[in-house]
Each structure stands twice: as structure tokens, then as C-alpha cells.
């Protein structure tokens, strides 16, 4: 496609449940990067991947958060056991490489609400 | 402290006016400096990006970045409707591409 795509679009979903994020990148851009936006908030990097390594899983919020990506293409964030505080919209982003000077484009996010 | 400050707003300017976005950053390692727009409900787009000190236009956009202050600036000319959104700032730190982002400054342009 033409853009950031990223599935679903929203996600309602009991305290307890595990969910499944799905980005697909802008073909080509091998740098793959996931945030997390609250209402009002700007946006928290969680983490990023350069083909299918991920170099830097600092800012995963705890160990219940878990990412991967195969092909260097589409990745999936996965959050088990999801609490309440992990409602957020989930952005999605890629660049054709990694760089100071490397522009990130964003999907539309995943809006995920816990009940 | 913030990584990444910037006001909060809202900052309200009459159609055709100068808007001025200021950001902060604390991290003098920085190096590159990168201005997105996001409507409500949206996703962040880039405006520009910035990674020398000065100034940098495009259009109607000019971004100033003071490595030395710590300070990266979007100006918004002729001001339209349009442009009322949040922007936010985002800093890079190495190549790596871990932009740390500011909470945004919403902006509205009144006719």
C-alpha cells in the first residue's frame, strides 16, 4: 500500500485479555517504530526495528509487552494480561532506514479501550 | 523536567497572522529536530525536519533551530483555519531514530 497501514482500527477489550497489534510498513522502509499515545499526551516511543532485529526495547512499559516483525516487512505488538492504563491509541511508523535525517511515517493507529 | 518541553496552548492567532511554535530540549546530544501536525483523531504528518542550526523554509514553514539555546521554533505564515491542530516536536537523538516527542501545542486559527 500506499501508506502505514495498521489493523484493527479500534479495539474494545476485557481487563485480563491478550491483544494483538498489527502494523504494515510503507514497502521498502526497513526501520519499523511502535509508540503509544495517551489522551492529551504526546507520543512514547516502546519500540523500534531495524529489518527484524530490535535493537532497543527500552521503552516497553513492562514485560507483558512483547513485539516482533518477520520478513522486515509486517510486525505485531502484542500486550498480555492488558490492565486498564494500557488504553491508548498505538501508533505505528516506519522510514525507509534508520538516520538523524529520516522522516517517520505514521499508520492511523489502533485506539485500544479496556474495560 | 521534560525531555521535550513545549507550551502547552492553546495558542489562538487570527487568519493571516505569524504563528509561533516553540519547543524545548534538554538533551544537548540531540540532532535532529522534526515538527509534525496531528488533527484530532488523526495521526501525526510531517511538516519538516531540521538538523543544522538556523533556518530552514518550506512554503509557508519556516523551522529555526538554536543548538546553543536548546530551542527549535516552527513559524506558521498567513495563518489559515486550516492550520488549527496540535504540533508537536520530536527530537532524535542518533541514528538510530528513537524520537523522543513533546506533548504538542494546539493551535487555532480564527477567521
Known amino acids: 500500500g500506499a501508506g502505514v497501514s495498521q489493523s484493527p482500527s479500534n479495539k474494545v477489550t476485557e481487563k485480563g485479555k491478550d491483544v494483538e497489534l498489527r502494523c504494515d510498513p510503507i514497502?521498502?522502509?526497513?526501520?519499523l517504530y511502535w509508540y503509544r499515545q495517551s489522551l492529551g499526551q504526546g507520543l512514547e516511543f516502546l519500540i523500534y526495528?531495524?529489518?527484524?532485529?530490535?535493537?532497543?526495547k527500552s521503552g516497553l512499559p513492562s514485560d507483558r509487552f512483547s513485539a516482533e516483525r518477520t520478513g522486515g516487512s509486517v510486525s505485531t505488538l502484542t500486550i498480555q494480561r492488558t490492565q486498564q492504563e494500557d488504553s491508548a491509541v498505538y501508533l505505528c511508523?516506519?522510514?525507509?532506514?534508520?538516520?538523524?535525517?529520516?522522516?517517520?511515517?505514521f499508520g492511523d493507529g489502533t485506539r485500544l479501550s479496556i474495560l | 523536567q521534560k525531555e521535550v518541553e513545549q507550551n502547552s496552548g492553546p495558542l489562538s492567532v487570527p487568519e493571516g497572522a505569524i504563528a509561533s511554535l516553540n519547543c524545548t530540549y534538554s538533551?544537548?546530544?540531540?540532532?535532529?529536530f522534526f515538527w509534525y501536525r496531528q488533527y484530532s483523531g488523526k495521526s501525526p504528518e510531517l511538516i519538516m525536519f531540521?538538523?543544522?542550526?538556523g533556518d530552514k523554509e518550506d512554503g509557508r514553514f519556516t523551522a529555526q533551530l538554536n543548538k546553543a539555546s536548546q530551542y527549535v521554533s516552527l513559524l506558521i505564515r498567513d495563518s489559515q483555519p486550516s492550520d488549527s491542530a496540535t504540533y508537536l516536536c520530536?527530537?532524535?537523538?542518533?541514528?538510530?531514530?528513537?524520537?523522543?516527542f513533546g506533548d504538542g501545542t494546539t493551535l487555532t486559527v480564527k477567521p
Open positions: 514497502s521498502g522502509h526497513t526501520a
Open positions: 511508523a516506519s522510514s525507509l532506514r534508520q538516520g538523524i535525517n529520516q522522516p517517520q511515517h
Open positions: 526495528f531495524q529489518g527484524n532485529s530490535a535493537p532497543d
Open positions: 538533551d544537548r546530544g540531540s540532532q535532529s
Open positions: 531540521i538538523y543544522s542550526n
Open positions: 520530536a527530537v532524535m537523538r542518533d541514528n538510530a531514530g528513537k524520537s523522543t
